[in-house]
């Protein structure tokens, strides 16, 4: 029936209004009741009119070609000077995106700035593919009928004009100027940062690293950076991180002993220790574990071991395998205390640890019950076993509990000697 059509005849007011029962027409209104106030206009009253008499094909142009306007709408405000590199056009004026970028360029431009999500950029590319092969755009057999019509509508209006446009972009330079500032606030800065594309954060997120492990960033600066590496953090995905705690590993090879320790700090605020190559962090665990248990043995003991237990704390809970027989043996030590008592100030840095023990943890340390001696010889006085019945109380209640290990700690908990208990196996 289209190919009989060789002009467009506009419809009189009444034919418009009698095709308004039609039930694509009322589709069409629903979704036009969602599009953004600034883009109706021309474009939108040309497309209904067409629609409903019947030109789907030149209708469905009009939406996408209002559509179109809207995202270079878009770059345009976020700013130009971000349009993405990677897809090799030279973009700096609107007229450059008019002249020089095809439809599908300024599609993958916003999904690349974060102005569309991972869902628009496929509905979007199916539209602009529905529109070259099946509307007005080009010579076709098979006009579009007006189911896909609405479809393609609907997806114009849910994935482009009915969303707001976006904050201008700032760039990095802009960005770390004003961290440096007398006017910084964290809360400003983090309206500032939330509608920033993924790529501008990720980028951001590279440049603060290397700012904050800088021997030559002062203070004041340092500690504007850690007031806002939390927010940047949490806004990243998992390969940027596995990439900054790649860094602590070349910075250790490199034998850069200020930025490491600094990349290390980092990581901490940011509770990414997780993040840092396994062959790092197993000697960091174990090294933090070993001067845990060296404080607990050492002099003054109630009173150094407080910072070492925050530190291992610090570390998280994921504790490498190869560093979980020195791991459970520092906070098991540090928490039952000795003869004397126990570091207070300690304490709740190792029970956190203790509460967040693996399976794997807990297996070590009911087996290091039984055949490491210097457990029993630990337990040989009354505070500690004290101490280590509320160790038991608090593996009790964990979910992560194999039914071998329930049964040991319950039986451990109805033993009427613990200190009995050990003294055999010292004898044995």
């Given at each position: 029936?289209?190919?009989?059509?060789?002009?467009?005849?506009?419809?009189?007011?009444?034919?418009?209004?009698?095709?308004?029962?039609?039930?694509?027409?009322?589709?069409?209104?629903?979704?036009?009741?969602?599009?953004?106030?600034?883009?109706?206009?021309?474009?939108?009253?040309?497309?209904?009119?067409?629609?409903?008499?019947?030109?789907?094909?030149?209708?469905?142009?009009?939406?996408?070609?209002?559509?179109?306007?809207?995202?270079?709408?878009?770059?345009?405000?976020?700013?130009?000077?971000?349009?993405?590199?990677?897809?090799?056009?030279?973009?700096?004026?609107?007229?450059?995106?008019?002249?020089?970028?095809?439809?599908?360029?300024?599609?993958?431009?916003?999904?690349?700035?974060?102005?569309?999500?991972?869902?628009?950029?496929?509905?979007?590319?199916?539209?602009?593919?529905?529109?070259?092969?099946?509307?007005?755009?080009?010579?076709?057999?098979?006009?579009?009928?007006?189911?896909?019509?609405?479809?393609?509508?609907?997806?114009?209006?849910?994935?482009?004009?009915?969303?707001?446009?976006?904050?201008?972009?700032?760039?990095?330079?802009?960005?770390?100027?004003?961290?440096?500032?007398?006017?910084?606030?964290?809360?400003?800065?983090?309206?500032?940062?939330?509608?920033?594309?993924?790529?501008?954060?990720?980028?951001?997120?590279?440049?603060?690293?290397?700012?904050?492990?800088?021997?030559?960033?002062?203070?004041?600066?340092?500690?504007?950076?850690?007031?806002?590496?939390?927010?940047?953090?949490?806004?990243?995905?998992?390969?940027?991180?596995?990439?900054?705690?790649?860094?602590?590993?070349?910075?250790?090879?490199?034998?850069?002993?200020?930025?490491?320790?600094?990349?290390?700090?980092?990581?901490?605020?940011?509770?990414?220790?997780?993040?840092?190559?396994?062959?790092?962090?197993?000697?960091?665990?174990?090294?933090?574990?070993?001067?845990?248990?060296?404080?607990h043995t050492g002099a003054?003991?109630?009173?150094?071991?407080?910072?070492?237990?925050?530190?291992?704390?610090?570390?998280?809970?994921?504790?490498?395998?190869?560093?979980?027989?020195?791991?459970?043996?520092?906070?098991?030590?540090?928490?039952?205390?000795?003869?004397?008592?126990?570091?207070?100030?300690?304490?709740p840095y190792v029970q956190?640890?203790?509460?967040?023990?693996?399976?794997?943890?807990?297996?070590?340390?009911?087996?290091?019950?039984?055949?490491?001696?210097?457990?029993?010889?630990?337990?040989?006085?009354?505070?500690?076993?004290?101490?280590?019945?509320?160790?038991?109380?608090?593996?009790?209640?964990?979910?992560?509990?194999?039914?071998?290990?329930?049964?040991?700690?319950?039986?451990?908990?109805?033993?009427?000697?613990?200190?009995?208990?050990?003294?055999?196996?010292?004898?044995?």
């Amino acid at each position: 029936m289209f190919e009989e059509r060789n002009e467009i005849i506009l419809a009189e007011k009444t034919d418009i209004q009698e095709g308004s029962t039609n039930p694509n027409h009322q589709l069409l209104s629903l979704c036009e009741q969602n599009i953004r106030e600034e883009c109706n206009g021309v474009y939108i009253k040309k497309a209904r009119t067409l629609f409903d008499i019947g030109f789907y094909d030149h209708a469905v142009l009009e939406y996408w070609n209002r559509a179109m306007t809207d995202l270079k709408d878009k770059l345009t405000v976020y700013g130009l000077e971000h349009f993405p590199g990677e897809l090799n056009l030279k973009i700096k004026t609107r007229e450059d995106l008019d002249n020089n970028a095809k439809d599908i360029r300024i599609i993958e431009a916003c999904h690349l700035l974060g102005i569309i999500d991972g869902e628009a950029l496929v509905f979007l590319k199916h539209c602009l593919n529905v529109r070259n092969n099946f509307s007005a755009a080009h010579d076709t057999d098979s006009p579009i009928d007006p189911i896909e019509a609405i479809n393609l509508i609907k997806n114009c209006v849910k994935y482009v004009l009915q969303r707001d446009v976006p904050s201008p972009a700032m760039t990095i330079t802009d960005l770390l100027k004003y961290l440096q500032t007398s006017t910084f606030e964290v809360e400003h800065f983090e309206e500032i940062v939330k509608d920033q594309s993924t790529k501008v954060v990720e980028s951001f997120a590279r440049r603060v690293f290397n700012e904050y492990i800088d021997p030559q960033t002062t203070k004041e600066y340092r500690d504007n950076l850690k007031s806002v590496i939390g927010i940047v953090w949490g806004m990243l995905g998992d390969e940027v991180k596995s990439e900054l705690g790649q860094k602590l590993m070349q910075l250790k090879l490199e034998d850069e002993v200020d930025k490491s320790l600094y990349a290390m700090d980092f990581l901490i605020q940011v509770q990414g220790v997780k993040f840092i190559p396994m062959a790092v962090r197993k000697h960091i665990f174990t090294k933090k574990a070993k001067e845990l248990l060296e404080a607990h043995t050492g002099a003054n003991n109630f009173y150094t071991e407080v910072t070492h237990a925050k530190e291992l704390e610090a570390l998280g809970f994921i504790v490498p395998e190869e560093s979980l027989e020195t791991y459970v043996k520092a906070i098991i030590f540090s928490y039952t205390g000795n003869p004397w008592g126990n570091s207070r100030g300690a304490s709740p840095y190792v029970q956190a640890m203790i509460a967040n023990l693996s399976t794997k943890g807990i297996e070590i340390l009911l087996d290091k019950l039984e055949t490491d001696t210097s457990y029993a010889w630990h337990f040989s006085s009354g505070r500690p076993i004290k101490r280590f019945k509320e160790v038991l109380d608090i593996l009790q209640g964990k979910s992560n509990l194999l039914p071998k290990h329930k049964a040991k700690i319950d039986y451990l908990l109805k033993v009427k000697s613990l200190r009995t208990h050990f003294s055999t196996i010292i004898e044995q």
